[in-house]
């Protein structure tokens, strides 16, 4: 069936660290993917997104990849800051445009 | 830009009762969706509008009503509210399937 899963609940890193939040999707049919932050008590906010035709983007400190061959979307945050501390939602788009969520990370920076 | 706005931003209702959760986007955006988070779990679609004039039943609709008034603005009713929909309740929106959704900040509702 159609899921998206997240490897790790929680991720400690230390401040300036490089943070990896992994994700596993299970439609290879999806062609659009989405990285989402959520900060206590405010809605998800966009990070950035990758379609299918690529398997790399950058963004400000951030990188996302796409591995098709294995399911497996990735975060990663370069140069971790207190500022990234929040839940980190990966979403696969199915369908022209409806969200499959997957249950979300919690990233926390230590000081 | 005001973007995505949800009121109210908390509720409290007895089981039984109704109520509407109202959802308006300034940014002349077709598709409009209505999520709910739980804690531990993900955001689950309730309902959808894809257009102005059209509206789909999502992962968890029951319970549920919505009206897609116009452009702009997408309502979510709870006609009888059980304990089972305290819940936070997420209102989206976007251009079309290919771009990623603006969400507003959340109604936090209880149901007692």
């Known amino acids: 069936g159609e899921s998206v899963g997240l490897h790790l609940p929680t991720l400690s890193v230390q401040e300036g660290d490089n943070s990896i939040i992994n994700c596993a999707y299970s439609?290879?049919?999806?062609?659009?993917f989405i990285w989402y932050k959520q900060e206590s008590g405010k809605g998800p906010q966009f990070i950035i997104d990758?379609?299918?035709?690529?398997d790399k983007r950058q963004g400000q400190r951030v990188t996302v990849l796409l591995n098709k061959t294995v399911k497996h979307l990735s975060l990663q945050i370069a140069a971790t800051q207190p500022g990234d501390s929040a839940v980190y939602f990966c979403a696969e788009s199915i369908q022209g445009g409806k969200l499959i969520f997957g249950q979300g990370t919690e990233l926390s920076v230590k000081p | 830009n005001a973007g995505v706005t949800q009121t109210p931003k908390f509720q409290v209702l007895k089981t039984g009762q109704s109520m509407t959760l109202q959802c308006a986007q300034d940014?002349?955006?077709?598709?409009m969706y209505w999520y709910r988070q739980d804690p531990g779990m993900g955001l689950r679609l309730i309902y959808y509008?894809?257009?102005?004039?059209?509206?789909d039943k999502g992962e968890v609709p029951n319970g549920y009503n919505v009206s897609r008034l116009n452009k702009r603005e997408f309502s979510l009713r709870l006609e009888s509210a059980a304990p089972s929909q305290t819940s936070v309740y997420f209102c989206a929106s976007t251009p079309s399937g290919l771009y990623g959704y603006t969400f507003g900040s959340g109604t936090r509702l209880t149901v007692v």
């Open positions: 509008s894809a257009s102005e004039g059209t509206t």
């Open positions: 940014m002349n955006h077709n598709s």
């Open positions: 439609n290879s049919a999806s062609d659009y």
């Open positions: 990758i379609r299918s035709n690529m």
